[in-house]
């Protein structure tokens, strides 16, 4: 039995079973014979109708789906129910999305020899699907990969953390209760051998992971032949602060990207390089406003930073910063562990390159502020680490603003707003060490599918 605990006061939340084995024998061999049958296939207007009946479920267990997702993940309640509300509006695009499933016409009569033919292509399911999901978005990463795939057609199995598997089993049910037939969607909680048999399965179509890059790599590294995969790991995200931003719109910005969900974002606000003109009163007044933040119980609706999701997790960002500091950074505020699972929101002023804060990502409540004289100069040093996902600049000058976007490593750049910005809709993800794939749900359910050619010779 897996004991889920509250990262929070570690109080025992739900006792379920691993599965083993032969459960994840059983769900690949069922997803396979669905995939494999195309008269068991489900019609685009039975996966909508489907899907709108669990979007309509969703909406009236708001306040359950919230609780759940903020006692398992220790991210706070008003963020966890932003989380579920997302959620929801992202099985509301995924319904969107099935209509604009479609393929294009392909030209003939080019050449002689393809004179007299019609040609065109249609999108087909992939295949089966098996996603390894991340704690920190309990049930919003779920249903990127989840109902992406129902969407699309293809049979699905998910391995939740083991950490935060009860929103995904929440969500299980409720796909089961809208109709979904048996065998299309499937929790398997297990342990990460039996995740490898699962990933690495010949019948898998498509892999999707959501963790660290040591993980997804190695899984990468063992598919099947022919499996396709997104890879989503993390960064260590990098803003470039102008002398001529506008102070009232980015200190808030910066402290919400880089202190949301205790910094346990892949794209949370990491390194800011600030302007020499600004830095160091940029680095105080965020520091002045992090020491403010309320930090606690996730289920209090007044806490704003939750906890780490293990002790061994508050263990290494003390660590990481105690490093910092007998290098050299200058500590603003926090440094410092509050309890066993809760890490006191921190600024760092100027930590330098070699340390651990500055070349891998934190997934903490950290901040670390460097000056800069030169922008080109700020850049090299953002791009200097192997990480490309998403990131920032502030700035009044339009032509400071594009130079800055051409020349950042990443996969997205935000201008004027924080590192952490993302809508459900849009394309995500990051490159290189960061992850392959695209995600974003109508990115991820065109992944999912496979183009399919027919050219119809004419008589």
């Known amino acids: 039995m897996l004991k889920v605990t509250s990262p929070y006061n570690f109080e025992t939340i739900s006792e379920i079973p691993l599965a083993g084995k032969a459960e994840v024998e059983q769900a690949l061999a069922t997803a396979y014979s669905l995939f494999s049958d195309r008269s068991q296939w489900l019609p685009a207007y039975r996966r909508i109708e489907i899907l709108q009946k669990v979007a309509k479920i969703m909406k009236s267990r708001v306040e359950a789906l919230t609780k759940t997702a903020a006692e398992e993940g220790g991210k706070p309640y008003m963020d966890s129910k932003v989380e579920v509300m997302r959620a929801i509006n992202g099985v509301e695009i995924a319904i969107r999305e099935i209509a604009g499933l479609k393929g294009e016409q392909i030209p003939m009569g080019h050449t002689p020899s393809s004179e007299g033919r019609l040609a065109f292509t249609i999108r087909e399911p992939i295949g089966v699907v098996v996603a390894i999901s991340a704690f920190n978005h309990p049930l919003n990463l779920i249903i990127h990969q989840t109902v992406t795939a129902i969407a699309a057609g293809c049979p699905v199995i998910v391995k939740p953390a083991r950490t935060t598997p009860l929103s995904c089993l929440a969500f299980d049910a409720i796909l089961k209760e809208a109709g979904l037939p048996y065998g299309w969607c499937r929790t398997i909680v297990c342990d990460n051998a039996n995740a490898e048999l699962l990933a690495t399965d010949r019948r898998v179509g ?23 995969c997104a890879l989503e ?20 910005s910066l402290l919400k990207g880089g202190f949301y969900h205790a910094g346990q974002v892949c794209v949370s606000v990491q390194r800011v390089y600030a302007h020499e003109s600004i830095a160091e009163k940029l680095a105080h007044e965020l520091a002045s406003r992090a020491k403010k933040l309320i930090v606690g119980n996730p289920l209090d609706p007044k806490t704003e930073v939750g906890p780490l999701i293990l002790p061994e997790e508050v263990d290494r960002v003390e660590m990481w910063v105690r490093q910092a500091v007998e290098k050299g950074a200058r500590l603003l505020c926090g440094g410092k562990r509050i309890s066993d699972s809760c890490y006191a929101p921190t600024v760092l002023f100027n930590p330098p390159g070699d340390a651990l804060v500055s070349k891998e ?19 090299h040093r953002a791009n200097a680490v192997p990480f490309i996902f998403q990131a920032a600049v502030f700035t009044q000058d339009i032509d400071a603003a594009l130079d800055t976007v051409n020349k950042l490593n990443a996969t997205a750049v935000m201008v004027n707003d924080h590192t952490a910005f993302r809508v459900d809709w849009m394309p995500f993800g990051g490159r290189n060490h960061s992850g392959i794939g695209t995600g974003g749900i109508p990115y991820s359910i065109h992944e999912m599918t496979a183009g399919k050619l027919v050219v119809i010779k004419r008589k």
């Not at 990502?361 to 850049?379: H, K, L, M, N, T």
């Open 233 to 252: 790991h993390g960064g260590a995200a990098p803003v470039i602060a102008e002398a001529d931003a506008d102070w009232e719109n980015m200190i808030p």
């Open 361 to 379: 990502e934190i997934f903490g409540p950290v901040v670390c502020v460097y000056s800069y004289s030169d922008r080109d100069e700020a850049i």
């Open 206 to 228: 498509y892999f999707s992971f959501i963790g660290s890059a040591r993980v997804g790599w190695s899984l990468k590294s063992k598919l099947a032949p022919g499996t396709a």
